[in-house]
């Protein structure tokens, strides 16, 4: 597999530019390794999944980038579908900030989910969980 180029080396004019450039590094990876095209849809989740399951497990020093790069762009999806910006928050309950979602005021934690896929497994269902999410924010809308 090829490895990803470490982003924490660069810098970013913001986190929307950071969280993009590893949404483009999944990518490629993606079509690089798998053969998979993501492309920003909702309906590319399940490709997403199979890319993950490839790709697991996951070597603990490597978890925290493949978390940033695969939920970069899960995250990414969210914000292209919905009027969302990313910026810096603590989980409920948490100790530490990281990227997140805000959605007209709710906050979605890709990234989170993302670790959660990667060191838990498929019960942590990423297409479940943007159905549930999209589900809420409509109604939302209404």
Same mark, same amino acid.
């Given at each position: 597999?090829?490895?990803?180029?470490? %982003?924490?080396?660069? %810098?970013?004019?913001?986190?929307?530019?950071?969280?993009?450039?590893? #949404?483009?590094? #999944?990518?490629?990876?993606?079509?690089?390794?798998? $053969?998979?095209?993501?492309?920003?849809?909702?309906?590319?989740?399940?490709? &997403?999944?199979?890319?993950?399951?490839?790709?697991? @497990?996951? @070597?603990?020093? %490597?978890?925290?980038? +493949?978390?940033?790069?695969?939920?970069?762009?899960?995250?990414?999806?969210?914000?292209?579908?919905?009027?969302?910006?990313?910026?810096?928050?603590?989980?409920?309950?948490?100790?530490?900030?990281?990227?997140? &979602?805000?959605?007209?005021?709710?906050?979605?934690?890709?990234?989170?989910?993302?670790?959660?896929? &990667?060191?838990?497994?498929? $019960? %942590?269902? &990423?297409? #479940?969980?943007?159905?549930?999410? +999209?589900?809420?924010?409509?109604?939302?809308?209404?």
């Amino acid at each position: 597999m090829t490895k990803a180029t470490p %982003e924490t080396d660069r %810098e970013f004019g913001s986190l929307e530019a950071m969280m993009q450039s590893y #949404a483009e590094t #999944a990518v490629r990876l993606a079509a690089e390794d798998h $053969g998979m095209t993501l492309d920003y849809s909702p309906e590319s989740i399940p490709r &997403l999944e199979t890319v993950l399951a490839a790709r697991v @497990p996951v @070597p603990a020093g %490597e978890q925290e980038e +493949a978390t940033r790069l695969w939920g970069g762009y899960y995250g990414e999806i969210f914000r292209r579908h919905w009027p969302a910006e990313w910026i810096m928050a603590v989980y409920p309950g948490g100790q530490f900030a990281m990227p997140a &979602l805000d959605v007209g005021g709710s906050q979605i934690y890709p990234l989170l989910k993302v670790f959660r896929r &990667l060191t838990i497994g498929p $019960g %942590e269902d &990423l297409s #479940a969980f943007y159905a549930k999410v +999209a589900s809420a924010l409509e109604a939302k809308r209404r």
